[in-house]
């Protein structure tokens, strides 16, 4: 039975898998625009949108090239014409938006960035901190920890794509009292055994299950200078389990599921068991210690 259905106070979390294409941010907005309108027709109060949504991610292997053509895709947060959408949506369809955009910080570099902004504006700003392959010829990693907000409906994370394959990063947010991690992503396509899901679906399974948290990911469809994505969009329950998703296929969606975000307030597991409560960080400090060698 999907417990998101248990309840009187539930929050419909959407995430809007879109078709992206580098280089054109104006269509690139529109075709945001017409997934929130969607995922707003359909009751949602969080939406979440892809990874570098507004710029496209394909920038090239080649450094100064892909450095240049996404600085002239990068603006500043402050400055921002797609926060800017973004908050004229989330005014006029009472929601709030999650969602990447390439930004251009006030020293000069450039990050792979996401806000969460609703009807009053740019409520935080976040850094990817854990860039993935040529990410690291055009960006420059975040050094801060993914924020939390606090919503009419409940404490929303926010963290990048790669950032969800770390453990550490995903407890730091669920410490920290996330009710919901949202993950702008883009997940590069790949092969995977037959009968089985990619295994960064089932690493966004995971990293619910083991924090007790839901986690809402929009992935993007449509290839991009020849490479193609997962496109495995899903929204997570905080039992590990799929509330709607994954698409696994190439084409715009947009997922919705009703959440009762308290279920993400309550640790307690079945006897007398607690996924924080039982933690031993006492016996965790090699975690925090530099990479091991590797004989």
């Known amino acids: 039975m999907d417990r998101s259905q248990d309840g009187p106070d539930r929050t419909v979390i959407a995430v809007a898998q879109l078709a ?28 979440v949108l892809p990874e570098l949504c507004d710029s496209g991610y394909v920038f090239g ?30 005014d006029a369809h009472q929601l709030v938006i999650v969602g990447g955009f390439c930004e251009l910080g006030a020293d000069g570099r450039l990050y792979n960035s996401a806000a969460i902004v609703d009807a009053s504006g740019t409520r935080a700003v976040y850094r990817k901190a854990h860039l993935w392959d040529s990410e690291k010829l055009v960006f420059t ?56 899901r990619p295994a960064e679906v089932i690493k966004a399974q995971a990293a619910a299950a083991t924090n007790g948290v839901f986690v809402a990911v929009a992935d993007r469809c449509q290839t991009e200078r020849g490479v ?9 329950g905080p039992d590990g ?40 960080p006492d016996l965790y400090t090699g975690v925090c210690q530099a990479s091991p060698q590797v004989a």
């Open 241 to 280: 389990y799929p509330l709607d998703g994954p698409v696994l296929a190439d084409r715009p969606a947009v997922l919705t599921a009703a959440c009762d975000l308290t279920r993400a307030r309550d640790k307690r597991l079945a006897g007398d068991n607690d996924l924080l409560g039982d933690r031993r």
């Open 20 to 47: 992206i294409t580098v280089g054109e941010p104006e269509a690139n907005r529109q075709a945001a625009a017409g997934a929130v309108a969607e995922a707003a027709a359909a009751g949602a109060r969080l939406v």
């Open 228 to 236: 193609s994505w997962i496109s495995g969009s899903v929204i997570v």
């Open 141 to 196: 990693p975040g050094d801060g920890p993914p924020p939390g907000v606090d919503l009419a409906f409940g404490r929303v994370a926010l963290m990048i794509c790669y950032d969800l394959e770390f453990p550490e990063w995903v407890r730091l947010a669920a410490l920290d009292g996330a009710d919901v991690i949202a993950a702008p992503v883009n997940w590069p396509a790949y092969s995977w055994p037959a009968g089985e």
């Open 61 to 90: 292997d080649v450094a100064v090239q892909a450095a240049a053509e996404a600085l002239g895709l990068a603006s500043r947060a402050g400055d921002s014409v797609t926060l800017r959408h973004w908050r004229h949506l989330a």
